[in-house]
């Protein structure tokens, strides 16, 4: 805090009077800022929480009493960072006490003694400053200690990389690989009883895992054939010999990272099984520090080029492991790598090595600081931080952008957002806000609401499309927003983010299309035209959606015509029309473009190959006792591309090698079948003819 | 007319409110502050529409000011009326009678004090 920087301080009383009595009090050392009551005082610290120095808090207020601030700030954890002096004429004891188990620092009754004011505010001040230097104090030096501990080591394990022939990030990959695994762990099992200290110990002690290394020939460690019976002999004594450097360091012996590194350099060639070496310690005989490193050894040699192998992929390497083809693993260690392999993947390969230290020391400090979790000042600056670059981003949109916190219930909407909907920025309790529901339909939201308590945190996210009110108008606007899981092991809703678009001029032009558009009389689809302005339409408004064209053609519509007649044939046609709507969401565009051919556009976000399956085999049906079957060609447009032509030209041709194939069938396009209709004579005039229309 | 005997006028202890706030100038904006503000007629509207909890906080809010100013008299019957009305009791026109009559003694007294500077 700067020196020439007035402290602020936070007066909330419903009575002007008595905010001006105070006022008058501590203008001339403090910046101030006033609530009339509870809400406003939430709203104020919601935003304002890290520059206040103290509040002074009235208990008797309408619409929120200063107990309802109070639980608010336990809830936000603001109470921890600001203190808080309860000036009311209160005086039972019972609600001084209450007031003193919320955490209330102080309580002045009144009528209160302007020296008595204004000394109280200064203790609380000095003692908070005080304290607020110390944790910052410990902080730096704790980040600054380890920073340059880290950095030394990654100075030397580069050196040793550089002898062993290594890639130069063998040790940076291993260190993060260890790391993640042991969070998964500890999320899992507490078993081991790993704390994030341990979790940060145990990934920088992981650099030292080969410093045996040293001491084996350069010719044995570096020779791009395989290695003979006694060479590896050799090779095999890295380890205890990396153990032996430790155990003799002349200093440091008690240090908790050199007796983690000690079991990580001795024991990470051990197996599960007891058939590693050099001591052949089975199972939980290994320390998981060694364990752990194993398998981020292991797991990055083989995803690693190397002198005598080239690198596996990260599926194959996975797999290698977990058939045991490459050692013998803790299975709890197993299933920590299989329930984490996206991150893993991207755990050995992205520069995060810094977020994650950061992120470490953050807690660590914390843990040391308070005993249990909590946010530091430093990380509620960063919060800070955070709140203003959103705002920021908000105020450039015209999307408007909320937040949902379940307990306390509490929406927030972006400025802009409030502003544009006639909305406070902050609603408390929201489900009886008579306002917001005049703005959006009550069914609405219990919907939205329901279906973010049945997303999942692996799959949070929610669209809806509604109509809201505002300004006298009605327009369709998109809901997208994700539910927030709590970390523990059964995730607790806490809220939502998300971002609500305008989409009425999109959704009304749809509905305008859909009016307008030309009709099949036979099968009541619509026609190819019509299909295609809304296939582009749709294409051009996704946000990244995926999308698939599938053409279809009914096997030997010409004999069946032929030989039953064309009533049997209108049938045919009608009876397909109407499983392929049956068979797709009234969203998809179902399309008769012509004779026997027809076509789906449809929207996926999950197992494309199973719907598609799944529409093939509804379209195969029997009519008045005969069989009906089609051949289908589908393009995604993750191949093709995002355009009508290009989608359609790759339908076509995955149709082409569908009916080639002996028809009753269906195909997927891949460009191999891209010359395939070029050799067609045929085929390819008749696209030609197509492109020119 | 003096702050001193204007407090005297309406039965208010004047040198505790100079020795608690200590400033004649901050205790007679305060008091002449007193006149606008409009808990009383909150208070009077809300018993009239039997609104008990608002009425609980305007007679609160009364109290709080008269004890910060030291308006003992009105401190004390508007406290009586605060409890009644915070222990739920619907029978409170006698309390409510008294703070009348405690209220517009000070205002007047107050009135006249302000007629003079």
Sequence with gaps: MQKDQKEKILIVDDSEMNRSILVDMLCDDYDLMEAEDGVEAVSILSKHAVELSLVLLDIVMPKMNGFGVLDAMNQNRWIEDVPVIIISAENSSDQVERAYELGATDFIARPFDALIVQRRVVNTLLLYAKQKRLISMVEEQVYEKERQSDLMIDILSHIMEFRNGESGLHILHVRNLTDMLLSRLMAKTDKYGLTMADISLISTASALHDIGKMAIDEKILNKPSRLTKEEFEIMKTHSAIGADMLAKLPVHQQERLVKVAYEICRWHHERYDGKGYPDGLKGDDIPISAQVVALADVYDALTSERVYKPPFSHEEAVRMIVNGECGAFNPFLLECMEENVDRLRTARDEGIVEEVRQRKLRSISEETLRGEGGASRRTLQLLERERMRNSFFASLTETIQFEYTDSPSMITLSARGAKKLGLDEIIMDPRHNEKIFEVLDRNVWNEVGRRLRASTPENPEVRFDCALRYDGMTRWHRIVTRALWSEDTEPKFEGALGIVMDIHDTHMKLQELEQKAARDPLTGLINRASARERMELRMSDSSGGHFALAEIDIDDFKVINDVYGHMFGDKVLQQLARRMKNSVRSTDICCRAGGEEFFIFLEYNTDIEKTIDRIFHNLCFTCDRHAVSVSMGVALGETTGLSYESLYYAADAALYAAKRGGKHQYRFYNPSLHNLLDAVPEKKAGREKEDKQ | ?117
């Design chain 2, 1 to 117: 007319m003096t702050l001193q005997t204007c407090y005297e006028n309406m039965g208010a202890n004047y040198s505790d409110a100079i020795g608690r706030l200590r400033s004649e100038r901050l205790l007679q904006k305060f008091v002449l502050k007193f006149l606008d503000d409009g808990s009383y007629d909150l208070l009077c509207r809300s018993l009239e529409s039997g609104e008990t909890e608002e009425a609980f906080r305007a007679a609160h809010t009364i109290k709080g000011m008269c004890q910060n100013l030291s308006f003992t008299v009105l401190a004390a019957s508007s406290s009586a009326l605060t409890e009644a009305l915070r222990a739920g009791q619907t029978e409170t026109d006698a309390l409510f009678a008294k703070v009348k009559e405690d209220y517009e003694n000070t205002v007047n007294a107050i009135r006249a004090f302000q007629a003079e500077i």
